[in-house]
């Protein structure tokens, strides 16, 4: 994933790539402090996601993203910023952005977007049509859907059918790679299929180092 964070202080700047790097240090991460650095870098790179302040020096957030939508650019955008106006926001969602986050905000809330934004894109990566079920997923809130441990059902789908389609063990990297969700995020939901009994956890020796934990899926417990 690409990621283009759009803020004109450098310490926010530097506080939420750190976060980036943390939920998945594969992350590309691009910087601007302002709309027309912002403009050259989505000009010039393939941006997945743009993470966007309101306040800009002379400009603001949603003139780019207002420029964004008119150059038909393929990207989602989370606004992060202190501006907590009906007028902001409702304008921001008019334009399309897929999240809002006030500052200031947790790092799970920060997790939350991202992963937001990573099942939507994985759903329709490299399809040519999407069925219902795709659209559920892109659709769902994970802040309205999600059980008292915080697992999102649609991320829960998303790391299941990939393990269950693996049909063999798998590491949480391997999940990763499959669903392309951070590795984190996946083993996470593998410790709560664990928990719930769906999934039996097993230790791999090596010949040198500490052995792999990999997942096998054993299906629902009432099954």
Known sequence: MKVLIVEDDPMVRTINKGYLKKIDGKIKVYEACDI????????????????????????????????ARMQSYDLDVVLITADNSYETVSTAFRLGAI????????????????????????????????????????????REQSTEKGINPATYQMVQDGLVSAGEAQTAQDLADKTLLARVTVRRYLEYMVEQGSVEEQLIYGKIGRPNKVYLWKGTPES
């Open 99 to 142: 999240d809002y986050l006030i500052k200031p905000f947790s790092y799970a809330r920060f997790v939350e977007a991202i992963e937001k934004v990573r099942v939507k894109r994985s759903v329709i990566l490299g399809t040519q049509a999407v069925s219902q079920e795709d659209i559920d997923k892109m659709l769902t809130n994970n």
């Open 36 to 67: 027309d650095t912002a403009k050259s870098v989505l000009e010039s790179q393939a941006v997945d996601l743009v993470l966007l302040d309101v306040y800009l020096g002379e400009g603001r957030g949603p003139e780019l993203l207002t420029w």
